[in-house]
């Protein structure tokens, strides 16, 4: 209980309050505006964040991290474009009850389950944070670079049909991290005598150039839109009491988040298709799904919204981020020299609970702001996507300017940016790179540190929780290899009966 007064004590503080709010309230907004996102949002505020406390930066960023999504339902519901990419599955429910002129019912249904959702994980963080700190303190050098190499591959294999594309741009992340000076010794590594190699890639900047720049390009080189989603009629307030009509869905939905968010790579597609297909499957009426079923709406924006709260969970617990948004918050830690894992769980337990009590208040904040501001933010969705991607463009630079007053540092930026555009254009995943900068250089630092007490390969799992880890590295990939072989199966079985099929016609 101490603790959690010593965690509140640092809540307050005007700063923070100011920070919480800018972020939740800025989430909404930035969230409702199709072809913006968390990813670029939390991109463009980094470089502002590192001259910020610690505590300061990152509620600001979990503020715009937690309440992207809900934002993103805005749009996903009136004119059948997600607001962010996850918001997707909600277009499936969403849109066709407004077709119904049910948008009040849809908007209420959404924000309450998004709330749910959200408030579900964090309660069962704070009430796994004692255990967290028990475990943690047994995570040596071993454990974590284990932990991290299970983190990327799931985060591989996480792409289903792209997996081999995902792993080589992960091993191309992997190898940006080597770039410059090696942290142990120093020594150069892949500078080719070029000066402005010598410090490497900055993490801020790639990032930068492959969510922000790359998704201004984007903007400025599609087709100018201007959406008009029509104003919405009545109180949202007044149908929000629905939800409890599906409790049954939405705590269902909510432990599809919390669970898969625990898991490095794996994130709120996979909860959001866990949690409506079981929604359909268990659902008294599952012809209505896809045609505006409350309980699809419910599953996706429930199951979503409990992500991130859960996805915090390897990131202070190990240091190890299992997707993008985390990997970014990380480097705010890093920055101001609070290093996430086993020790921050033993020596700076209020912090932890600070920032989930944190992500508790920005739930309530967001739904405030949503029940009186619905109308307000229809017309944010109206800004004309060009203009948009010009003024992305600008803060990206600004940004990537303010880290060093480098200019080199924003041609890397904007080569970066490219690149993110053909992946883009190519329909690749852009995340596998920032995971591969982050967790590889986890991996490298703690193979060196962890080498020195290992004489033979079998030391390297002579721990209970290595040895563990170890076996479900052994498991992820004996299960993926087992779904390759089913699936060729299968696609010759299919291609052995059409060929069938041809030989009777022919005769």
């Known amino acids: 209980?101490?603790?959690?007064?010593?965690?509140?004590?640092?809540?307050?503080?005007?700063?923070?309050?100011?920070?919480?709010?800018?972020?939740?309230?800025?989430?909404?907004?930035?969230?409702?505006?199709?072809?913006?996102?968390?990813?670029?949002?939390?991109?463009?505020?980094?470089?502002?964040?590192?001259?910020?406390?610690?505590?300061?930066?990152?509620?600001?960023?979990?503020?715009?991290?937690?309440?992207?999504?809900?934002?993103?339902?805005?749009?996903a519901i009136l004119i059948n474009t997600p607001g962010t990419a996850v918001n997707a599955l909600t277009t499936y429910d969403g849109h066709p009850m407004t077709l119904r002129g049910e948008a009040q019912r849809a908007l209420a249904l959404a924000y309450t389950a998004s709330f749910f959702g959200g408030v579900f994980a964090i309660l069962c963080l704070i009430l796994l944070a004692p255990l967290l700190a028990l475990i943690a303190p047994h995570f040596g050098s071993r454990e974590i670079f284990l932990a991290a190499l299970l983190g990327i591959i799931l985060v591989v294999l996480a792409h289903r049909g792209q997996v081999f594309a995902a792993g080589m741009l992960a091993f191309f992340g992997i190898f940006l991290n080597t770039v410059g000076l090696e942290p142990v010794k120093y020594t150069r590594r892949f500078t080719f005598d070029q000066s402005w190699l010598t410090s490497g890639f900055d993490l801020i900047v790639v990032v930068l150039g492959l969510f922000a720049i790359s998704q201004a390009f984007m903007l400025l080189v599609d087709r100018d839109t201007t959406p008009?989603?029509?104003?919405?009629?009545?109180?949202?307030?007044?149908?929000?009491?629905?939800?409890?009509?599906?409790?049954?869905?939405?705590?269902?939905?909510?432990?599809?988040?919390?669970?898969?968010?625990?898991?490095?790579?794996?994130?709120?597609?996979?909860?959001?298709?866990?949690?409506?297909?079981?929604?359909?499957?268990?659902s008294k009426t599952p012809e209505e799904f896809g045609k505006g079923s409350p309980e699809g709406l419910i599953a996706s924006e429930a199951a979503n919204n409990a992500v991130p709260g859960?996805?915090?969970?390897?990131?202070?617990?190990?240091?190890?981020?299992?997707?993008?948004?985390?990997?970014?918050?990380?480097?705010?830690?890093?920055?101001?020299?609070?290093?996430?894992?086993?020790?921050?769980?033993?020596?700076?337990?209020?912090?932890?609970?600070?920032?989930?009590?944190?992500?508790?208040?920005?739930?309530?904040?967001?739904l405030v702001f949503?029940?009186?501001?619905?109308?307000?933010?229809?017309?944010?969705?109206?800004?004309?996507?060009?203009?948009?991607?010009?003024?992305?463009?600008?803060?990206?630079?600004?940004?990537?300017?303010?880290?060093?007053?480098?200019?080199?540092?924003?041609?890397?930026?904007?080569?970066?940016?490219?690149?993110?555009?053909?992946?883009?254009?190519?329909?690749?995943?852009?995340?596998?790179?920032?995971?591969?900068?982050?967790?590889?250089?986890?991996?490298?630092?703690?193979?060196?540190?962890?080498?020195?007490?290992?004489?033979?390969?079998?030391?390297?799992?002579?721990?209970?929780?290595?040895?563990?880890?170890?076996g479900l590295i052994v498991l992820v990939l004996v299960l993926h290899v087992r779904t390759l072989i089913r699936e060729h199966r299968n696609r010759i079985a299919e291609s052995d009966h059409d060929h069938d099929i041809h030989d009777s016609h022919l005769r």
């Open 310 to 366: 859960a996805a915090m969970i390897p990131l202070l617990a190990l240091g190890i981020p299992g997707e993008a948004l985390t990997a970014m918050m990380l480097s705010v830690f890093y920055v101001h020299n609070v290093i996430p894992g086993p020790q921050l769980f033993q020596n700076d337990l209020d912090f932890v609970y600070a920032l989930y009590i944190a992500m508790l208040l920005l739930n309530v904040i967001v």
């Open 228 to 282: 008009h989603p029509q104003p919405v009629k009545g109180n949202v307030f007044s149908k929000m009491g629905e939800l409890f009509r599906h409790k049954r869905v939405a705590t269902s939905s909510s432990g599809f988040g919390v669970v898969m968010g625990m898991i490095p790579g794996v994130g709120e597609f996979t909860a959001q298709f866990m949690s409506y297909t079981y929604a359909q499957k268990s």
């Open 1 to 75: 209980m101490d603790t959690l007064f010593s965690g509140l004590e640092l809540l307050a503080r005007w700063d923070v309050v100011v920070a919480l709010l800018i972020g939740s309230i800025g989430g909404v907004i930035i969230g409702a505006i199709p072809g913006v996102g968390a990813a670029v949002a939390i991109a463009i505020l980094l470089p502002a964040t590192f001259s910020f406390d610690p505590i300061v930066g990152l509620t600001m960023l979990l503020g715009i991290y937690g309440s992207s999504m809900y934002g993103g339902a805005l749009p």
């Open 370 to 470: 949503l029940i009186f501001s619905t109308n307000l933010l229809t017309r944010v969705i109206q800004i004309p996507t060009r203009f948009l991607g010009v003024i992305i463009l600008s803060l990206s630079f600004v940004g990537v300017y303010s880290l060093r007053n480098s200019v080199t540092d924003c041609a890397i930026a904007a080569g970066f940016g490219v690149l993110g555009l053909v992946l883009k254009r190519l329909n690749l995943p852009v995340v596998p790179i920032i995971l591969g900068m982050v967790l590889g250089g986890i991996m490298e630092v703690k193979l060196r540190s962890g080498m020195a007490r290992i004489k033979t390969p079998l030391d390297m799992v002579d721990r209970p929780i290595a040895a563990i880890i170890a």
